[in-house]
T-cell receptor, first 110, second 115 residues
Framework: KQEVTQIPAALSVPEGENLVLNCSFT??????LQWFRQDPGKGLTSLLL?????REQTSGRLNASLDKSSGRSTLYIAASQPGDSATYLC?????????FGAGTRLTVKP | GAGVSQTPSNKVTEKGKYVELRCDPI?????LYWYRQSLGQGPEFLIY????????DSGLPNDRFFAVRPEGSVSTLKIQRTERGDSAVYLC?????????????FGPGTRLTVL
């Protein structure tokens, strides 16, 4: 059974710092990996989707990498801002089944 | 355009009651997913629809849970004989075709509280 783990569970940084969120998964047979953002009381917003054949994806200040063989992904956020404060979830997709990690709760202090 | 909408946003019910949760996907999306998210956890897959049919219902926890999508658009998640352990946020998502390259777009969720 696919297990997805995110480290750290919570992270607090001052504004302007670059930071890395980690995601690991136990079964490398995935179609894609997706990073989401979730604000309190809200649904999920897709940030980046990496296909299994890809190594990374970039969008603005965000860069996500995927190492399928080792079962790892990272989300890099450059020049963090208070508006980046949210919970970040990674999810792996295989056969209609998307498995999520428990998320990293990020706080960016002004 | 309009995103995925879910109603109600909050539902409080008593143990043993029946509840229905509604999801309106993005227009034209053939794939629809239901997830359940408990406090401090990531969403947990429940069921996937492709059109009107349930293509994968392996995530439904037991036979008290049932979902329909009769016209291939709106979906209703039905929970019978609710239990306190059913309390969670129920999320709905839709995607264009349900393929591995498709992004899933999530609704805001329905927070279900069973007293």
């Amino acid at each position: 059974k696919q297990e997805v783990t995110q480290i750290p569970a919570a992270l607090s940084v001052p504004e302007g710092e670059n930071l890395v969120l980690n995601c690991s998964f136990t079964d490398s047979a995935i179609y894609n990996l997706q990073w989401f953002r979730q604000d309190p009381g809200k649904g999920l917003t897709s940030l980046l989707l990496i296909q299994s054949s890809q190594r990374e994806q970039t969008s603005g200040r965000l860069n996500a990498s995927l190492d399928k063989s080792s079962g790892r992904s990272t989300l890099y956020i450059a020049a963090s801002q208070p508006g980046d404060s949210a919970t970040y979830l990674c999810a792996v997709y295989n056969n209609n089944d998307m498995r999520f990690g428990a998320g990293t709760r990020l706080t960016v202090k002004p | 355009g309009a995103g995925v909408s879910q109603t109600p946003s909050n539902k409080v019910t008593e143990k043993g009651k029946y509840v229905e949760l509604r999801c309106d996907p993005i227009s034209g999306h053939t794939a629809l997913y239901w997830y359940r998210q408990s406090l401090g956890q990531g969403p947990e897959f429940l069921i996937y629809f492709q059109g009107t049919g349930a293509a994968d219902d392996s995530g439904l926890p037991n036979d008290r849970f049932f979902a329909v999508r009769p016209e291939g658009s709106v979906s209703t998640l039905k929970i019978q004989r609710t239990e306190r352990g059913d309390s969670a946020v129920y999320l709905c998502a839709s995607s264009s075709t349900g393929g591995a390259t498709d992004t899933q777009y999530f609704g805001p969720g329905t927070r279900l509280t069973v007293l």
